[in-house]
């Protein structure tokens, strides 16, 4: 009985995981035979777990916007946060979207789910925030810094990604990254030449 527990609880969370993994590279309209066949299960075994493809991707997205990698999880340990910026706008991240954010992956999508997966998306991406909040406090001569403004960061940061994606050039792919930076850094330091190339 104990041994079935384990092995159940084992499957879910390699159900979740593929999701998580394949709804960041593909989308979360990925059907649900992609998904089992990616885990190596069936269909049917599906259903043992979860009521729902919805009940899945609620899940998915609380255990990717919990987990961050480990360059940026790093950065934000070392209250680096232009390291954290550059981490999050480096190639590897936008070449890597189903190890990445779930915020710039997937955001514009959830925005058409329902409200409970809408709330559940929110809420675990309030811990990024409060990370951010933080971290923006905590800069030389800065205010106490706001739930919004580090949304509103946030929110550049996954949309400068999302273009980036979205380019195909990848020089200028690269340059969108390199000016994200730079303006994100422009509005974490309040100040309109933080961040620029020397010379400007």
């Not at 009985?1 to 092995?7: D, N, Q, S």
């Not at 493809?53 to 987990?67: D, G, I, N, T």
């Not at 789910?113 to 811990?127: A, D, G, I, K, S």
């Not at 406090?137 to 994606?165: C, M, N």
């Amino acid at each position: 009985m104990r041994y079935a527990r384990k092995h159940n609880e084992q499957t879910r969370e390699k159900i979740v995981a593929t999701a998580a993994r394949l709804f960041r590279e593909q989308g979360i309209a990925v059907g649900l035979a992609k998904i089992m066949a990616e885990a190596g299960l069936t269909v049917g075994t599906f259903y043992t777990h979860f009521k729902s493809k919805e009940a899945l991707v609620r899940e998915a997205l609380r255990e990717s916007l919990l987990v961050r990698p480990e360059l940026l999880e790093k950065a934000l340990r070392a209250r680096d946060l232009e390291q954290a910026i550059r981490v999050y706008l480096s190639p590897e991240h936008r070449d890597a979207p189903g190890a990445g954010c779930p915020t710039a992956a997937l955001a514009p999508e959830v925005a058409r789910h329902p409200r409970p997966t809408r709330h559940t998306f929110m809420v675990n991406l309030e811990p990024t925030f409060d990370v951010l909040v933080e971290l923006l406090t905590a800069r030389p001569g800065k205010h106490d810094a706001t739930r919004a403004e580090a949304a509103a960061l946030f929110g550049l940061l996954a949309g400068t990604l999302q273009l980036a994606r979205a380019t195909p050039d990848r020089a200028q792919s690269d340059a969108i990254l390199e000016a994200g930076v730079r303006g994100a850094l422009r509005l974490a330091n309040g100040d309109p030449h933080s961040g620029a190339p020397p010379g400007t």
